[in-house]
Nanobody, 123 residues
Framework: QVQLVESGGGLVQAGGSLRLSCAASGRTFSSAAMGWFRQAPGKEREFVAAINWSRGSTYYPDSVKGRFTISRDNAKNTVYLQMNSLKPEDTAVYLC????????????????WGQGTQVTVSS
C-alpha cells in the first residue's frame, strides 16, 4: 500500500505562485511515474502534469504548459508542482497520483491517490 499526502495549497491572487508537494510513503516506493490532477466543482478530474520517476521526463497539457513545472526528489519520494502565473480558472482541488498502469495523462491509469489540497485563485 502507498500513501500520498499533498500539501501547499491555499488562497492566492491571480498572477501569483504556489508550490504543491506530494510525499509518498508505505511499502517500497517504485512508481514508474507520478502525476498531478485537479478537479473543480462540477467538472471532471483533469490532467495537470506527470513525471517519469527514473528519467525525469515531464508532460503537461497545453492549459498549464509554460506556467506549471513538475519535479521530483527521489531521496524523499516527493513530487512537487510549481505553479506560476496562476489564473482564476486554476482554482480546484489538486491531487497527486502514483503507480500508473497506462498513459500518465489518464486519470484511469493510476492506482493510488492523495486526498487533495485546495488551490483558490482570486481575480
Amino acid at each position: 500500500q502507498v500513501q500520498l499526502v499533498e500539501s501547499g495549497g491555499g488562497l492566492v491572487q491571480a498572477g501569483g505562485s504556489l508550490r504543491l508537494s506530494c510525499a509518498a510513503s508505505g511499502r517500497t516506493f517504485s512508481s514508474a511515474a507520478m502525476g498531478w490532477f485537479r478537479q473543480a466543482p462540477g467538472k471532471e478530474r483533469e490532467f495537470v502534469a506527470a513525471i517519469n520517476w527514473s528519467r525525469g521526463s515531464t508532460y503537461y497539457p497545453d492549459s498549464v504548459k509554460g506556467r506549471f513545472t513538475i519535479s521530483r526528489d527521489n531521496a524523499k519520494n516527493t513530487v512537487y508542482l510549481q505553479m506560476n502565473s496562476l489564473k482564476p480558472e486554476d482554482t480546484a482541488v489538486y491531487l497527486c497520483a502514483a503507480e500508473p498502469r497506462g498513459p500518465a495523462y489518464s486519470r484511469s491509469s493510476y492506482e493510488y491517490w492523495g486526498q487533495g489540497t485546495q488551490v483558490t485563485v482570486s481575480s
